[in-house]
């Protein structure tokens, strides 16, 4: 099996209003393959259609057109969801169970016996960084943040092949962010695959090697990240420099159509390729500047997100 | 800052304390409003007072989920309760007897009964209070009624004992015969009812008549039913009782020329009495003659009688 | 590790409705078995006051009557939530990612609200056999047994009711049609009867197409007769728990074919 998920042209219409029924393309001809063994980043602005393709893959909605396999198998194939796991976005369970009845819940199904399910179900509360003292509460109690991270315990009780997380990182802090982002790296370490869907870039550029940024439906583009961002126009270059004024290096500026800006640090200079460094570097110290820095400055994933997104 | 923290903490003290006054005002002035409210109503006309039954038991027959039996057990106490207030609420100088409940006017027994027994056509009880009390109340409904279970029941021999008990008490003895005939055909009929049918041919008014139709009552039917019968047969030994006192009585007069002084004066002579099934009069220890509720018989020495104040009927006889 | 798992069909079923029945405990459903236990104290004590002696068909019909009652409001106001809560509340997501397919679920879903009424039923059943042995009944109980598993059988046609109206209708929906499918089976044979009797041919026709579409409730009506200690014969238990069954089945399979193309928005 070569690749672990394969979209092929699939589209969903929703249908809104009662009388007069209005058909609102969320998806439109996707087609996309995820291959094993990576950290798939699945980007997209609100109602991009991200929630909607993992839906279908989940089998929770059903296609206008298209297929989409996983595993090599249909997505109609509900035999092939013990190899899986999925979290969806904003997970919500059972509030009147606890953490610990609620994995064991789900590990009875794929027929988990019951020392295995309790060996599971603390193994799984305990990686994903809920207190001990929590397993027991009634999911009622628990918060957001507690909720997101028992949807990623519960995704994992089959130990699956690949697993899907719908914004895994919502409704999370700082800390907790982190910890689950050392999770996600430390499953693909373990060989499993996570097809990812995230609007946080940080953690995309964290995690991911492929994404794909998926635009009112439509696949903007795809690739792998470096790939994505490098293939945009040229690289760009930031030196500091310290020891001269501004004014000092205009001129260089103005002729080489570099960016110049002031700092509390001293001078940055903006150039816009590798051969223009060299120039640059004279300019400074022609007029008596000190070099603090010359860094690359990669046409940021943000800029990639709002040129493909349309969102800005 | 402290200080307003402090106006705020007083005020909601406050207006906690307003509300619970309010409660207590609201919570007296509802009681007393309500009481008032109540005594103020209008009041019915007389003849409207009993107009609350406006549902037909049998229209509601197949819609009331299957619930039948218990609506028929809903209309059930009702009927004893009905009767039962209306005794309660009688003028206390009104006198009623058992065998005439027309001054009550409790003219919703029958329906009640009737929408018990159409819904469930079964209700033996129903029947047999049916019968024992509607004939004080309209004989003609409870021929009526008893007819009417015979038709939903054809095979329970207790309907037909019922409809000869009402014709017996009407002294429409041939048809108590006749229904007592029916009935000893029934499956598990007891030989009591050939035996009745033969009663009624021959020796319809008698006494012995009487007993062993309440004694065969006592044993069937509801409690009320049952009370009832205990009562008839305790009144048929009173009344023999007073019989015979007063026969001994008369022999005394004629013998002495003039009427016993006590009572006591008679127990030898009222020792040697054979009264019904072999039993005696009754003694207390002071030597008083009791009736069958143990209450002393009363002389009236100008009659040169006696009567039982536990059963008005045996003085009113005479 | 991986596929040591080994389940079937059932399974998931079974482990649904645990589930399912679970979460009517906690929900604190089985709560109405204390007013049922009060009721029937009470009128264990009083009713031989008010019956003049005729307490125990009152007990047995005031308790049979009171079972179905407790349980059809169970059966319709638990029966419509059991899956549209789950969409609502989105639960539902993470199951279907499980190896459960939808007709699993239902069924499940389906079985656990029947053990509910199953134990409520049972436990009101206890209740009116302690009352009746407290009030010299005993003699009648076989045929207040009779009468109970009828009032559950019933319950069970009723929230299969519940859940077909519930798989495309909203909960408040759902709960209004149940309630009328409860009062029209329950009518619908007097109907027929009163239709055969005076109405028209055209008349006859509806009404004899109500009858049979709709649930025949009042074959389950068995609770007057249970008052007088009466007993079915084997083959009208047979009939009557055939029919519901099969029932059950075509309800379950139209909310299995509308529920299978639900989309979860």
Request: proline fraction near 4%; include cysteine.
């Amino acid at each position: 099996m070569e690749h672990i998920v394969e979209i092929q042209d699939l589209s969903k219409d929703y249908e809104t209003g009662f009388w007069k029924k209005k058909k609102v393309r969320a998806l439109d001809g996707l087609s996309l393959r995820v291959e094993p063994g990576q950290i798939f980043g699945f980007l997209g602005g609100n109602g991009a259609g991200k929630t909607t393709t993992i839906k279908i893959l989940m089998g929770l909605l059903f296609p206008t057109s298209g297929t989409a396999r996983i595993l090599g198998r249909d997505i109609g194939d509900t035999s092939m969801h013990r190899e899986i796991g999925y979290c969806p976005e904003n997970p919500y369970f059972y509030d009147y169970l606890t953490a610990d009845e609620l994995i064991n819940y789900f590990g009875e199904i794929f027929g988990l016996d019951s020392a295995r399910r309790k060996e599971r179900s603390a193994e799984l509360l305990t990686k994903v960084g809920l207190a001990e003292k929590d397993w027991n509460k009634q999911l009622r109690k628990y918060s957001k943040g507690m909720l997101q991270r028992v949807g990623l315990a519960q995704s994992l009780i089959n130990d699956p092949k690949i697993v899907f997380l719908d914004e895994p990182m919502s409704g999370l802090d700082p800390v907790g962010r982190r910890e689950i982002r050392e999770l996600i790296a430390e499953l693909r370490s373990s060989g499993t695959t996570v097809f990812m869907s995230t609007h946080i870039l940080s953690d995309v550029e964290a995690l991911c090697e492929r994404v794909a940024i998926l635009r009112r439906g439509k696949l903007a583009a795809t690739g792998r990240l470096e790939d994505l961002l490098a293939n945009s126009e040229q690289q760009a270059f930031e030196i500091n420099v310290s020891g001269i004024s501004a004014a000092a290096l205009r001129p260089f500026a103005a002729s080489s159509n570099a960016e110049l800006f002031e700092k509390p640090t001293g001078i940055s200079l903006q150039v816009n390729s590798e051969t223009e460094i060299d120039a640059a570097l004279k300019a400074v110290r022609g007029s008596g500047g000190k070099l603090l820095s010359v860094q690359p400055v990669g046409r940021s994933l943000e800029e990639l997100f709002v040129e493909k997104t349309g969102t800005a | 800052m402290s200080k307003t923290v402090q106006a705020d903490r007083s005020r909601v003290r406050l207006s906690g304390l307003v509300l619970a006054v309010a409660l207590l005002i609201g919570s007296f002035a509802v009681y007393f409003l309500s009481n008032a409210a109540g005594a103020s109503r209008t009041p019915v006309p007389e003849s409207a007072i009993d107009d609350d039954l406006s549902l037909e038991g049998k229209r509601l027959k197949g819609f009331v989920f299957g619930a039948e039996g218990l609506i028929a057990d809903v209309y059930w106490m009702q009927s004893l309760q009905y009767l039962g207030d209306k005794f309660v609420n009688a003028p206390p100088d009104q006198v009623i007897s058992l065998d005439d409940l027309r001054p009550l006017n409790p003219r919703l027994l029958y329906p009640y009964l009737d929408n018990a027994t159409d819904l469930d056509p079964g209700f033996m009880a129903a029947y047999s209070y049916g019968a024992t009390v509607l004939p004080a109340i309209d004989p003609a409904t409870a021929i009526k009624f008893t007819e009417k279970g015979i038709a939903s029941n054809p095979e329970n021999f207790r309907l037909y004992q019922y409809l000869g008990f009402i014709y017996w008490k009407l002294h429409r003895y041939d048809e108590a015969a006749a229904a007592y005939e029916r009935g000893s055909e029934q499956p598990g009929a007891p030989p009591f009812m050939k035996a009745m049918a033969a009663f009624m041919a021959s020796n319809a008014g008698s006494r012995e008549t009487a007993r062993a139709m309440y004694r065969q009552m006592s044993d069937s039917g509801d409690q009320q039913t049952r009370l009832n019968a205990e009562y008839r047969l305790n009144e048929l030994d009173a009344e023999e009782q007073v019989e015979a006192i007063n026969a001994r009585l008369s022999d005394y007069q004629k013998k002495n020329g003039s009427c016993v002084r006590s009572l006591k004066d008679i127990v030898p002579a009222l020792g040697a009495v054979k009264l019904a099934g072999g039993a005696q009069f009754q003694q207390t220890a002071a030597g008083e003659i009791v009736d069958p509720k143990l209450a002393p018989y009363v002389l009236d020495s100008a009659a040169c009688s006696v009567h039982s104040t536990s059963f008005p009927k045996t003085g009113a006889n005479k | 590790m991986r596929r040591s798992s080994n389940t079937n069909y059932l399974t998931q079923i079974f482990v649904i409705a645990k589930n399912a029945f679970r979460e009517a405990v906690r929900d604190r459903i089985l709560y109405n078995l204390v007013i049922f236990v009060l009721l029937l104290t009470g009128a264990a004590i009083f009713l031989g006051e008010l019956t003049a002696g005729q307490e125990v068909r009152t007990i047995i019909n005031l308790g049979l009557n009171a079972i179905l009652l407790f349980g059809a409001f169970i059966a319709i106001f638990v029966g419509v939530g059991l899956v549209s809560k789950e969409i609502e509340k989105r639960t539902v997501y993470a199951i279907f990612a499980k190896p459960v397919t939808r007709s699993q679920f239902l069924v499940g879903k389906y079985l656990g609200l029947s053990l509910t009424l199953l134990v409520n039923t049972a436990v009101m059943g206890i209740g009116v056999t302690l009352a009746l042995l407290y009030v010299g009944g005993g003699d009648r109980l076989a045929s207040v047994w009779v009468a109970v598993f009828f009032v559950f059988l019933e319950l069970c046609v009723l929230t299969a009711v519940a859940i077909t109206f519930s798989s495309f209708s909203t909960p408040a929906l759902s709960a209004l049609f149940t309630f009328f499918i409860f009062v029209i089976g329950h009518f619908s044979s007097s109907l027929r009867e009163f239709a055969a009797a005076l109405g028209s041919a055209g008349a006859k026709a509806v009404f004899g197409t109500i009858y049979y579409i709709m649930p025949n409730l009042s074959l389950y009506g068995f609770r007057t007769q249970a008052a007088y200690g009466l007993l079915p014969d084997a083959a009208a238990v047979a009939a009557i728990t055939g029919y519901t069954i099969v029932y059950i089945a075509i309800l379950l399979s139209i909310a299995n074919f509308i529920f299978s193309r639900r989309n979860f928005k």
